[in-house]
């Protein structure tokens, strides 16, 4: 009995051990809460929308009227609650030559007061990932504008940069109306 007893005070002491052994490990490197994702589709390939790079989403249901530019992916102005956006093909800011189908959605980007609308024709669904599971690349594909890549289910996709756009189009001109 005693060979039992002194057994089990060594297991005891054993467990006390790990358990005060355990406060001493570092955290995990990175704790980080999910970042809300926009899965699209571009001329077939898949892409993703950091939700909180946008200001706004929206079907394309007002029309857009085509507009007099130099600028390819400048797709025309659109009427959204009272203001006049500028709308632009996603696709082509992208490279793609042109793009198949109508803008059906339209994601609002931009500062507030003069947003910037981007078109595109495929929206999948919404979908959460940890930051750490978003990977950073100088350049992720032929794209401009994709410099990183998540994994969604089994897909990959290239994460658009949207502030980049919206850089790019101000730079050129094309996001502010003119008077």
Known sequence: MNT????????????????????????????????????????????ALRMLEIVGLALSKEKIVPVPSRVPELLGLTGIRGVVVPVFSLARLLGFDSESGSALWLVFCGERQSPIALAFAGMEKQFEVASSEIFTREEVSGHRYVNATVCEDTALRGVISIPSLVEYIKARGAGKPRK
């Open 4 to 47: 039992t007893v002194s057994k089990l005070e060594g297991r005891v002491e054993e467990m006390r051990r790990l358990f005060d052994e355990s406060f001493a490990l570092a955290l995990p490197d990175q704790v980080t809460a999910p970042e809300p994702m926009l899965a699209i589709t571009l001329e077939g390939e898949r892409f």
